[in-house]
């Protein structure tokens, strides 16, 4: 059974960082590449930053370029989103989700697993 659970959300005010974590289990994780998207209420899905299967080449919105930072380690089967100087616009449900084969895509339609969210909320 496929799953991607995240974890790591939560209030913090504006300027501070969290580090979302998302955990992959059911599939062969290095196998595929992964990223990070983010939804508000009555907009669609955005992506935010995505990732390689090595972890050698990544992607940022121009939104989050410079504040956050994509990462994963294939050995724990887990991906990451450090977000530093975050902002009340960042507020948001923060999914991960995965694609087989290496190129990073920006739809979201465009892959195959999707975590559950986890809630950031950044107050002013």
């Known amino acids: 059974q496929v799953q991607l659970v995240e974890s790591g959300g939560g209030l913090v005010q504006a300027g501070g960082s969290l580090r979302l974590s998302c955990l992959a289990s059911g599939f062969t994780f290095s196998t595929y590449a992964t990223a990070w998207f983010r939804q508000t209420p009555g907009k669609e899905r955005e992506l935010v930053a995505a990732i390689r299967w090595g972890g050698n080449n990544a992607y940022s919105a121009d939104s989050v370029e410079g504040r956050f930072t994509i990462s994963r380690d294939n050995a724990k089967n887990t991906i990451y989103l450090q977000m530093n100087s975050l902002k009340p616009e960042d507020t948001a449900v923060y999914y991960c989700?995965?694609?087989?084969?290496?190129?990073?895509?920006?739809?979201?339609?465009?892959?195959?697993?999707w975590g559950r969210g986890a809630q950031v909320t950044v107050s002013s």
């Open positions: 989700a995965a694609r087989g084969g290496s190129q990073i895509r920006v739809l979201q339609n465009e892959y195959d697993w």
